[in-house]
């Protein structure tokens, strides 16, 4: 096993582009080796979700005075909730003896840099923003309006990307079972040889 197993492992990249599709086949495939860190929020619990499971529930200030303390290594804030990774979230799952995956915005990725975490980046690009788009609108969750606001943090997801010590592999999704075995084998520890960021005039 290479120690390269342990260290947590994260993924971001493009809206649509198949992050949620790759995590969910290696989650099937091997059920006992990978998990997602619980995340905390300010949201309210919807229906038939479980404090300490889907999330850890908080009010605003005791978000604010965890993040006072430095217990996250990442937040966010989406529309008027806040949402943070803490390291404690972390250690839980490698105490599982399981490979923490984290699935998150670039924003993100940044923001861990700066803390003593030294996760594996992956960065899933899309074969071209043409694809992307189509996706996006395959998909059928968003309107064109919102596809096209995706598609212009695409364009800047991307650009994060190529530079320097951005990401430790970029893989590119287009045909799903053979971005699925390079991701299969970063996430086992393997170093894998890292494809090339799409060209982002089409
Ligand atoms: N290699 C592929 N070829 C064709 N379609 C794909 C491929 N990978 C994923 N898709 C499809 O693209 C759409 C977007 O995938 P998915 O929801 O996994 O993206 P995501 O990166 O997780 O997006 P978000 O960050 O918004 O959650 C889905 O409809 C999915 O089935």
Redesign the pocket.
Known sequence: MSCLKNVPLVIF??????????IKRLFAEFPDQFAFSVSHTTRAPRPGETDGKEYHFVTQDTFKSLLNEGAFIEHAQFSSNYYGTSIRAIEAVQATGKRCIL?IESQGVRQIKKTKINPVYVF?APPSMTVLRD??R??GTDSEEAVQRRLTIALSEISYAGEDGACDYIIV????DQ?YSKFRDVAQGNRIDSDTLPRVDD
């Open positions: 990249g493009p809206s649509g582009v198949g992050k949620g599709t790759l699935d899933i996706r996006l395959g998909r999704n287009d045909h799903l971005a």
